[in-house]
T-cell receptor
């Protein structure tokens, strides 16, 4: 059973637009929530991560919003660029479980120029 | 510095053969994880090594899968009597002690004919 549910499966956005990807989890033991970006033929690369003691984290054009009570978190990509076209995975892990990652199913983002 | 490396990058084998996949983690990283990425199952945890402790094998899908880590560094994932459902990309990630950021290698794409 998938511990992290991710949506949408894919999205298309115009250059300069905002991409939003949502994830939900059930396990309240999770205490680390990273987002990974993956290009074809490459391994996932950490994009940004958040812990549940903050509700938002921003790094450049990428922002994570976290809602602990709803057990949901989302990735916002502002001013989307063609180079952002990739597959994005949310994930969750816990210190008590040695930070083994549980991944969402992934979202393929296509940015049209 | 050098990232996580994996070899081979591609492996094609016949059903029933054994295969060995290699992972060289980032120097000094004590934690090493293997994941599998397949179309049907997404990204799933396989096995975890931390220093000289006994590995956490809880994610291995069958007893045909095994892994070892020599000298706390290089790791080898072995799949015996390969089946077509073993076809996937096998990813290795490493992490520093007491940190939770995992750095992924490029993966080995395994195709079982």
């Amino acid at each position: 059973q998938q511990q992290v549910k991710q949506s949408p499966q894919s999205l298309i956005v115009q250059k300069g637009g905002i991409s939003i990807i949502n994830c939900a989890y059930e396990n309240t033991a999770f205490d680390y929530f990273p987002w990974y970006q993956q290009f074809p033929g490459k391994g996932p690369a950490l994009l940004i991560a958040i812990r549940p003691d903050v509700s938002e984290k921003k790094e450049g054009r990428f922002t994570i919003s976290f809602n602990k009570s709803a057990k949901q978190f989302s990735l916002h990509i502002m001013d989307s660029q063609p180079g952002d076209s990739a597959t994005y995975f949310c994930a969750a892990s816990s210190r008590s479980n040695d930070y083994k990652l549980s991944f969402g199913a992934g979202t393929t983002v296509t940015v049209r120029a | 510095g050098a990232g996580v490396s994996q070899s081979p990058s591609n492996k094609v084998t016949e059903k029933g053969k054994d295969v060995e996949l290699r992972c060289d983690p980032i120097s000094g990283h004590t934690a090493l994880y293997w994941y599998r990425q397949s179309l049907g199952q997404g990204l799933e945890f396989l096995i975890y090594f931390q220093g000289n402790s006994a590995p956490d094998k809880s994610g291995l899908p069958s007893d045909r899968f095994s892994a070892e880590r020599t000298g706390g560094s290089v790791s080898t994932l072995t799949i015996q009597r390969t089946q077509q459902e073993d076809s996937a990309v096998y990813l290795c990630a490493s992490s520093p002690w007491s940190d939770n950021e995992q750095f992924f290698g490029p993966g080995t794409r395994l195709t079982v004919l």
